[in-house]
């Protein structure tokens, strides 16, 4: 993960990267926020420096024109800022387009002694400054996600105060993030999230790591689950059940259960026994011998690819992630 989280100016294809270049004519590029702090403190400021040399293939690097914190001209980057209590107006300008990174952190915290692999170098330093847009007025954000069915529990690990419903109805605080619904929803259900955010907290970076959902048993209807809410990133499987009566004639005769389509394999299971597995089409399976008179009870349990699983990173390699028991699921049955 580069350390270069600013980029300014007109996109252009590079080697392995986007160049960021200045429009014909130039450009000049003011970027506005504001350091909130609970105290007074000083902080020292990190700015990227100087153009690669002989890498023409490549953005240039940004290094800020002008810095003011409070109305004022930081004449020396290398030397700490006075910050007062709330907030602090910060203006940076830059006079070109380019990459680079802009970070304020308190001049009284020593960076972190051991660095997250794939990550910015002052990703969880507890001395960074996060950037304020909302310069210390803070509003509650809500975040709206349809749920698996069967939800019973969420875990969400936020940066501020949440509270949870799901269909409307409040879920139980437990406290470290957990939060439990009065009764398991047997279908998909819509959970909302209100969240108080920490101060420089905003949209997606208020929920730094993934919601996860504790399900039980619950129902959904054949087709695509990539399209059912969060199932959109499930890789998996999942089990569909199906009881059926069937007369002594029909059970006795040969009988073939076509699924009509699957993405991407499928184990079928006739009265717990297990009947076959098919990992391409015809997707059909010979159940001759494994009926019954009476309740019959057939099981079909689906596995789809990483491919939703890669829709939540950056990858080339995501496919398709339509997955699931398509159907129709016909038993074919002859005496």
């Known amino acids: 993960m580069t350390d270069d989280f600013l980029c300014l100016g007109k996109k252009t294809g590079g080697l392995n990267e986007t160049r960021y270049v200045d429009p014909k004519g130039g450009g000049r590029y ?9 105290e007074p403190l000083a902080a020292e400021i990190l700015v990227s420096q100087g153009p690669p040399a002989g ?7 940004l290094t800020p024109a002008a810095v003011y914190v409070n109305g004022r001209r930081v004449e020396n980057l290398s030397e700490a800022v006075a910050l ?24 009284d915290r020593p960076p972190p002694r051991k660095r997250e692999r794939l990550a910015m170098r002052w990703s969880n330093d507890a001395g960074v400054i996060p950037f304020d847009v909302y310069a210390g007025d803070r509003a509650p954000e809500w975040f709206r996600f349809v749920s698996a069915p069967g939800t019973r529990a969420i875990n969400v690990n936020a940066l501020g105060e949440v509270r949870a419903w799901i269909n409307g109805e409040p879920m139980t605080d437990r406290g470290g993030g957990r939060f439990e619904a009065a009764a398991p929803v ?31 048993t ?5 087709g695509d689950w ?10 998996g499987g999942v089990r569909y059940r199906k009881s059926i009566e069937l007369a002594a004639a029909e059970a006795d005769g040969e009988a073939i259960l076509d699924l009509g389509e699957v993405v991407a394999t499928a184990e079928v299971r006739v009265n717990g026994k297990k009947a076959g597995v098919r990992v391409a089409p015809p997707w059909q399976v010979d159940v001759t011998g494994l009926l019954r008179e009476g309740e019959n009870v057939i099981e079909v349990l689906v596995f789809n690819t990483l491919a939703n699983h890669y829709q939540t990173i950056p990858s080339r ?10 159907g129709p699921v016909v038993l074919v049955t002859r005496e």
């Open 218 to 222: 619950g129902a959904m209807p054949l």
């Open 317 to 326: 390699y995501r496919g398709t992630p339509t997955s699931g028991l398509m």
């Open 84 to 107: 007062h209590e709330g907030a602090n107006p910060v203006l940076v300008r830059y006079d070109r387009a380019g990459r680079g990174h802009f970070v304020m952190r308190r001049h």
């Open 30 to 38: 003011y970027l506005w926020t504001s350091a909130t702090v609970p």
């Open 226 to 235: 990539s399209a059912m809410g969060i199932l959109h990133n499930y890789s």
């Open 186 to 216: 047997k279908e998909a259900a819509v959970v909302a999230l209100r969240v108080m955010p920490d101060t420089g907290r905003t949209g997606g970076g208020v929920i730094p790591e993934p919601v996860a959902i504790e399900t039980g």
């Open 55 to 61: 890498r023409s293939h490549t953005s240039p690097v």
